[in-house]
RNA sequence: GUCCCCAUCGACUAGUGGUUAGGUCAUCACUCUUUCAAGGUGAUAGCGGGGGUUCGAGUCCCCCUGGGGACACCA
């Protein structure tokens, strides 16, 4: 099968994770197929396009490894790839529509279209475009003319009938024309709305599939009726389910964790978000969870698979399939990950071999605890400072207990005194001196897992102590002693 | 308000007329254990409601309800 896709985003803002949802769907499909996966950047918003969400767009799809074959930097047969660059080609075909009245100028200003927009709203009535500049005769376009008014051009779009087509995803459907109102092609500005520069560049690019989002459902019809009256052939079209936030509704901004680059900075693999991702909306017979690789991903994609219901997105399952993630990595690939987060803080320069080797052995101890990288911090600075933070919960539950200082105290005695400081002796000393004071290994365990990390929760406490290595130990109890008995 | 779409555990989903309704996350036990995590074992939990069609309905049809989306010189 033949297939061209495109991810067309625009510039408005970082790439959003809906939208790489999409750009994922269509790039599967692509490769699934052999076809061609291209990106077209949809800048035709002049007032909130922005270079820089361009960037992060680009940014974004490589991070992911989510590349495209023709599009910005790439180029291809089918440039240029950016709206505002094809400018003169819109121009074109609405002048042809023009001519054969099938669009009309339309001089109601902005201002006007709005205020009867809200009244409509207000009244409770359907807001669309009410036609009046649908048949202005030569005298009264000549008028507005004079006044100065600018015009745009509105698509004729029949009243009586229905438009239909048939999704891959969602099947047959059909929207009566009567609901669709004439709609804007150009706007005064000469620059195509999107479901005209949409139309013209799919059928100019031989876009065979259109994979969107489903809020683009309803404009379908629309630039269907394009497509009939240009003469283009007809794409496929699949309309994708919609992701949601937790409270039900389209996820924005206001859900917070949006946007790629905040997942990026978070410490989210980019192979466990596309992993978690394409299992929204899609899924294989057996409900696969995790692919092996995107090679699994790409032979496994198919469309006919996608589902109709909106998805919620849940940010459990994708912390849990990221901390799957990262226990399948090696203890290089992670130091690497994890490295600019530890640097970031301040804990660690990285430079040298020997603060090297130590930071593999740290990261090695911490690796299945880590749901993303991001918490490598918290966890582990202890490792990395003297400067050990007491979490003041732990010292009252755990520290400041009966006998506890005498316990750390005595234990402290123990351990000057094992030589070497490897695990195995030194668990065998705690274990004799858990027998000795005939204690159950936690009351011991805890008190001197607070005392030297300053947490409750760690790794193993004779892996911790050894990495430490006994100076260290010892000081940090005597600093512990000494913080209780002020 | 009008149009369109959607409906299986809390979440993601498998299921295409006959299943003890399966898996994964989350939750809860138990287990391992020096804590947390990971691992192992198990449990709780679901077909929104009402009508049909059928010997038989989560699966097909209709209605209701609920949710969502669209209705811009934004895409």
């Not at 969107?212 to 009939?228: C, K």
């Not at 790629?260 to 057996?286: C, H, I, R, S």
Request: proline share 4%; glycine share 8%; aromatic share 10%.
């Amino acid at each position: 099968m033949n297939v061209r896709v495109r991810f067309a985003p625009s510039p408005t803002g970082s790439l959003h994770i809906g939208g790489v949802r999409t750009a994922l769907f269509n790039w599967l499909l692509a490769k699934h197929y052999n076809g061609e996966f291209i990106l077209r950047i949809e800048d035709t918003d002049e007032l909130r396009s922005t270079e820089e969400s361009t960037g992060s767009i680009f940014e974004g799809l490589k991070w992911l490894g989510i590349d495209w074959d023709e599009g910005p930097g790439i180029g291809g047969g089918f440039g240029p790839y950016t709206q505002m660059e094809r400018l003169h080609i819109y121009r074109e075909y609405a002048e042809k529509l023009l001519r054969k009245k099938v669009v009309y100028p339309c001089y109601c200003t902005e201002e006007e279209l709005t205020e009867r927009r809200e009244k409509a709203l207000k009244e409770r009535i359907p807001p669309g475009y009410d036609g009046r500049c649908s048949h202005l005769s030569e005298s009264e376009k000549r008028k507005f003319e004079n006044e100065g008014r600018k015009s745009v051009l509105r698509f004729r779009v029949p009243q009586d009938g229905v438009t239909r087509f048939s999704d891959i995803v969602r099947g047959d459907v059909e929207f009566k024309n009567s609901s669709l109102h004439d709609f804007v092609i150009l706007k005064s500005s000469y620059v195509p709305t999107f479901n005209f520069a949409n139309v013209i560049d799919d059928h100019l690019m031989e876009i065979t599939h259109v994979i969107r989002g489903d809020e683009h459902l309803s404009n379908t019809p629309r630039q269907i009726l394009l497509y009939q009256t240009l003469g283009f052939e007809m794409p496929e079209f699949a309309h994708l389910p919609m992701i949601l936030g937790s409270d039900g509704a389209k996820l924005s901004k206001r859900h917070g964790a949006i946007s790629v680059q905040w997942f990026k900075k978070e410490g989210f693999l980019p192979g466990a978000l596309l992993n978690y991702l394409a299992l929204l909306g899609w899924g294989t017979t057996d409900s696969q969870q995790i692919f092996n690789s995107k090679e699994e991903m790409i032979e496994k994609f198919s469309l006919d698979r996608v589902g109709k219901n909106p998805a919620v997105f849940d940010m459990k399952k994708l912390e849990w399939m990221d901390g799957y993630y990262i226990r399948k990595l090696s203890i290089d690939e992670l130091f690497e990950l994890v490295i600019p987060y530890l640097r970031e803080s301040n804990l660690i320069e990285g430079r040298n071999s020997r603060e090297r080797e130590f930071a593999k052995k740290v990261i090695s101890l911490e690796q299945e605890r880590l749901k993303k990288l991001s918490e490598i911090t918290e966890f582990t600075d202890f490792f990395f400072t003297e400067d050990v933070k007491y979490d003041s919960k732990a010292v009252d539950e755990i520290l400041r207990k009966g006998s506890v200082p005498e316990l750390l105290e005595s234990f402290s005695g123990k351990l000057t005194k094992v030589e070497p400081f490897d695990i195995p002796t030194v668990e065998k000393a705690a274990k004799e001196f858990i027998n000795e004071k005939n204690l159950k290994g936690k009351d011991l365990m805890q008190p001197v897992r607070v005392a030297i990390t300053g947490k409750k929760a760690t790794p193993g406490l004779f892996e911790v102590m050894v990495l430490l290595g006994k100076e260290k130990v010892l000081r940090r109890i005597n600093k512990a002693l000494e913080m209780l008995r002020r």
